[in-house]
């Protein structure tokens, strides 16, 4: 049963990958992209940030339909709406075919996003190694991220950048073939059919709210410094494909953070101190970003003390769903990151054409990150006060 559990892990984590991988692509294609369809840094804003649209619509259904038909049967179908949008996106050569398939890629995504996690949850909750489960699932985003950000740029450079598009469609594909041949349900758990409706409390509803508003603008500042950091970099006189790669280390060393952050809170108790401390150093590494004279170290570091807390973060909702809540409760959970996140990244481009420079960006990004912290304490009041 343990090996079915990794198994299980596995299949899932190539899936997170697969999202991030997709995700990525408008950002790495920013420079192309403005400069054959002649867009500013608003439109790819939004390009970027339509991935997460489709959620303000689709998220807390995601979860009803979970509920109703099944966690596999759903993903699947999400996925094949990711492998339509980046096909449609491949044979795009005008803004709105891009920003249409974006839209599609993104309603898929939505399903994965929401649905996954819940699927992690379901076969580590309540076991030794339930923060280190879910740090290795999260980690499948940012390294599909940090995979896009060293390849598809440079793929652009050799090839039409259409190309990239279809190849995020192919990775999908790839997890699609896993999804169907390897998931099943966690021992114990009821067929869907069997579970019946049952509903969530108004308390579940508001914890689950504060909860989803601290992973908005922790994920919100991460992608903020992720889209408009190459842009601070180039300005400084590095070439696209350096920025990339410059700005992709951020995201590599997740890989490290995540499970590390995950096991300490695991193993000394510490989920609290592990959300504060990574946050506290991200704030102060990220207000740093703009100015530092070593980039590699401080993207470096940034990234690994958001990532550090990231874990804890994400399971936060688990402390007040159970199973058979959790798929709804995981629609409203992300109902605030698909609903907010593409405004404030667009936001974060608003601020870079109005001020001519991407600093006023990133200075967004770590008032966003800054904004968990007040967020947090009102969550743990709340639990403590009904306790």
Not at 70 to 79: H, L, P, Q, R, T
Not at 330 to 349: D, K, Q
Request: hydrophobic share 60%; aromatic share 12%; charged share 10%.
């Amino acid at each position: 049963m343990r090996e079915s559990r990794w198994l299980i892990l596995a299949v899932l984590f190539i899936a997170r990958f697969a999202l991030g991988y997709q995700f990525q692509s408008a950002g790495s294609l920013a420079p192309f992209l403005r400069s054959d369809l002649g867009i500013d840094y608003a439109q790819v804003g939004l390009l970027i940030g339509a991935f997460m649209l489709p959620g303000i619509a689709i998220s807390v259904p995601s979860g009803f339909l979970a509920q109703r038909f099944g966690d596999k049967n759903v993903v699947a179908a999400g996925m094949l709406l990711m492998i339509g949008g980046g096909v449609l996106m491949g044979v795009g050569h005008v803004y709105a075919v891009l920003l249409a398939g974006r839209l599609l890629s993104g309603a898929g995504g939505t399903v994965l996003v929401v649905v996954m996690l819940k699927m992690v949850i379901d076969w580590f909750a309540e076991r030794e190694l339930f923060l280190f489960g879910i740090a290795v699932f999260i980690i499948g985003w940012p390294i599909g991220i940090a995979a896009a950000q060293a390849t598809q740029s440079r793929w652009a450079q050799l090839q039409p950048w259409q190309h990239v598009f279809f190849a995020t469609a192919a990775v999908v594909a790839v997890a699609l073939v896993l999804m169907l041949s390897f998931y099943r349900l966690p021992p114990g758990a009821r067929p869907a059919a069997d579970v019946g409706r049952p509903r969530l409390t108004r308390r579940e509803i508001g914890m689950t709210c504060l909860t989803g508003a601290i992973w908005m603008f922790l994920n919100a500042g991460y992608l903020a410094v992720l889209s408009f950091a190459p842009s601070k970099l180039i300005e400084g006189g590095m070439s696209p494909p350096q920025a990339d790669t410059v700005v992709s280390v951020m995201s590599w060393v997740f890989i490290i953070a995540l499970p590390l952050g995950g096991y300490f809170a695991n193993r000394f108790e510490a989920p609290d101190a592990v959300i504060v401390s990574g946050l506290v150093a991200s704030i102060l590494l990220g207000a740093y970003l703009p100015f530092s004279p070593m980039p590699l170290l401080s993207f470096a570091l940034f990234g690994f003390a958001l990532a550090w807390s990231a874990p804890v973060v994400a399971a936060l909702p688990a402390a007040v769903l159970g199973r058979d809540v959790r798929g709804p409760g995981f629609g409203i959970y992300y109902l605030w990151y698909f609903g907010g996140t593409p405004v404030l990244i667009a936001l974060a481009g608003l601020l870079r054409d109005g001020t001519g420079s991407a600093t006023a960006s990133l200075e967004f990004a770590v008032a966003m990150l800054a904004a968990c912290l007040p967020l947090l304490a009102v969550f743990r009041f709340a639990q403590a006060r009904r306790s």
